[in-house]
């Protein structure tokens, strides 16, 4: 994994509330998500410390995806209940939309990589054609969270931004950990 998704993953989990966290949970899923995708474990290569180097980094991809969607989906929840308390039930909708599927996505994949380790995870085709279903649906999002959508939640939520959990309460109590 490179250093600085390493480097993100440390500060995410610090200060900030639950939108930092989220902002900062989709520019780290930007990288896990390129770095899944370039370690795809190369066809008719001979090499076997290639393909095992590759295996094992898109392993580790793969259970980093799990734990930074986790929170993901954890901020989102949490972002929202704000959202709703204060009325702006349109955008609340918006940020959850892909919520549900997300959560049972996670679940499964939760389910597949507990216990197995990086190299079980980049054999297995169902862990991977799970990782490409929530992959859509984050790369979906970050089409135009990043930019727009979490900009925009700051600017509605002004003074009530203060009733969102912090990023450190949002990471304890995240799905899958």
Same mark, same amino acid.
């Given at each position: 994994m490179s250093r600085s998704v390493q480097v993100r993953r440390h500060r995410a989990a610090g200060a900030g509330d639950?939108?930092?966290?989220?902002?900062?949970?989709? $520019?780290?899923?930007?990288?896990?998500?390129?770095?899944?995708?370039?370690?795809?474990?190369?066809?008719?290569?001979?090499?076997t410390g290639t393909v095992v180097r590759a295996g094992y980094q898109r392993g580790t991809y793969g259970k980093s995806l799990i734990e930074h969607a986790a929170? $993901?989906? %954890? %901020?989102?929840?949490?972002?929202? $209940?704000?959202l709703y308390d204060r009325g702006m039930d349109a955008l609340a909708d918006d940020l959850v939309r892909h919520l549900p599927q997300a959560?049972?996505?996670?679940?499964?994949?939760?389910?597949?990589?507990?216990?197995?380790?990086a190299?079980?995870?980049?054999?297995?085709?169902?862990?991977?054609?799970?990782?490409?279903?929530?992959? %859509?649906?984050?790369?979906?999002?970050?089409?135009?969270?990043?930019?727009?959508?979490?900009?925009?939640?700051a600017a509605a939520l002004g003074e009530h931004r203060c009733e969102l959990h912090s990023a450190r309460w949002v990471h304890r109590h995240a799905p899958t950990h």
């Amino acid at each position: 994994m490179s250093r600085s998704v390493q480097v993100r993953r440390h500060r995410a989990a610090g200060a900030g509330d639950a939108l930092e966290l989220l902002a900062a949970e989709d $520019r780290i899923l930007i990288d896990i998500l390129e770095g899944w995708d370039a370690n795809t474990p190369p066809a008719g290569v001979d090499d076997t410390g290639t393909v095992v180097r590759a295996g094992y980094q898109r392993g580790t991809y793969g259970k980093s995806l799990i734990e930074h969607a986790a929170l $993901r989906v %954890a %901020a989102k929840t949490d972002v929202a $209940r704000v959202l709703y308390d204060r009325g702006m039930d349109a955008l609340a909708d918006d940020l959850v939309r892909h919520l549900p599927q997300a959560r049972r996505l996670l679940d499964r994949l939760d389910e597949m990589a507990r216990g197995v380790d990086a190299m079980g995870i980049a054999a297995s085709t169902s862990f991977a054609g799970t990782v490409g279903e929530l992959a %859509a649906l984050i790369r979906a999002d970050l089409g135009i969270e990043p930019a727009r959508t979490v900009p925009r939640i700051a600017a509605a939520l002004g003074e009530h931004r203060c009733e969102l959990h912090s990023a450190r309460w949002v990471h304890r109590h995240a799905p899958t950990h």
